[in-house]
């Protein structure tokens, strides 16, 4: 999908192909190969600065070419099914337009919407890429909390019944803290080659850093900080629970083995018992009418005896 944005100091209004201004937005997502072409003459960019950011498995960078600057930074996403995961988005910027690439729609650039009645500067395009930036980098955060909050959930759940559900969501939850971990520090590494850019004379036409847009960019490098420190804490306290349900689990098995094996032995002594006295050869009380209640009492006996010694020894 190909969509069009164009701002001046008061509206956003919506372009075609045909009446494309200087300053305007470019947003592809998930594009077909004619608009990715489209594009590309349009912008006179390489194919490739359009379709690296397609790659699921592409990692967080910057590429220069004569006239156009490529970023490719991993932004969150939840899916449907409450899972996270990151994509990566590629920001390119051509010194007359600013051009997003990603393969999904993503809450990163539907805050950009003119529909959610947010202004923005299209033509402002460095200021707009901290924008984007600042906005997925406050978005990992939500996320984060959301995360902490539904292990929270999970946990409550687990310490009344442990249920296999509950474990395999855990698994995905420490499986996004991973994700996320991996690409907070990849982005961090772009946003600090970017804030060596503002001295490169070279890329002046690119990319200009004014003083305000320098307060952005130290924003969004603490916010992406803070998000690492975050993600980092609530993933060894994730790491930490998996490890102590792992032991419950286990105990609980452990006590459960302890329980059903005294069940056995104190099942056997009678029956090793009556076995004894039900040879056919010369025992104690065989000819005596209370033979057999003698044998019970004794079998009683020695059940009460055996499960008194497994009591001691904390096997009940």
């Not at 991973?178 to 990849?186: C, D, G, M, N, P």
């Not at 924003?219 to 980092?232: F, G, R, S, Y």
């Not at 804490?233 to 629970?241: A, D, K, R």
């Amino acid at each position: 999908m190909l969509t069009i944005y164009k701002s001046n100091y008061t509206s956003i209004r919506e372009l075609t192909q045909d009446t494309i201004e200087k300053g305007a937005w470019i947003n592809l997502v998930n594009p077909t190969t004619d608009e990715i072409h489209l594009v590309t003459a349009l912008a006179n960019i390489p194919n490739d600065f359009l379709r690296a950011a397609l790659d699921e498995e592409e990692r967080s960078r910057t590429e220069i070419e004569d006239n156009a600057l490529l970023i490719i930074t991993n932004i969150p996403i939840m899916r449907n099914n409450d899972s996270y995961d990151t994509l990566p988005l590629g920001i390119v910027l051509t010194p007359e337009y600013i051009i997003t690439v990603c393969l999904e729609q993503n809450d990163v650039l539907s805050d950009f919407n003119p529909a959610n009645s947010r202004f923005f500067s299209t033509f402002k395009k460095t200021r707009f890429l901290f924008q984007i930036l600042y906005k997925s980098a406050t978005l990992y955060l939500k996320y984060v909390k959301q995360i902490n909050r539904r292990t929270d959930e999970i946990e409550r759940h687990l310490r009344k019944s442990a249920k296999n559900q509950d474990i395999f969501e855990l698994l995905d939850l420490q499986k996004a803290f991973t994700y996320f971990t991996a690409s907070l520090r990849s982005n961090g590494i772009v946003l600090e080659k970017l804030l060596r850019l503002r001295s490169n004379i070279q890329l002046q036409h690119l990319i200009t850093i004014y003083e305000e847009d320098e307060d952005l960019l130290e924003d969004v490098i603490i916010e992406n900080k803070q998000a690492i420190e975050m993600v980092e804490m609530y993933s060894n306290i994730l790491n930490g629970m998996m490890d102590t349900f792992a032991s419950i689990i286990s105990n609980n098995l452990n006590m459960i083995m302890k329980f059903l094996t005294s069940v056995t032995i104190l099942l056997a002594i009678p029956t090793m018992i009556s076995s004894f006295f039900g040879m056919n050869v010369d025992i104690p009380w065989g000819g005596e009418l209370n033979g057999f209640v003698n044998v019970t009492v004794l079998a009683i006996l020695a059940t009460c005896v055996t499960a008194f010694s497994l009591w001691k020894k904390r096997f009940f």
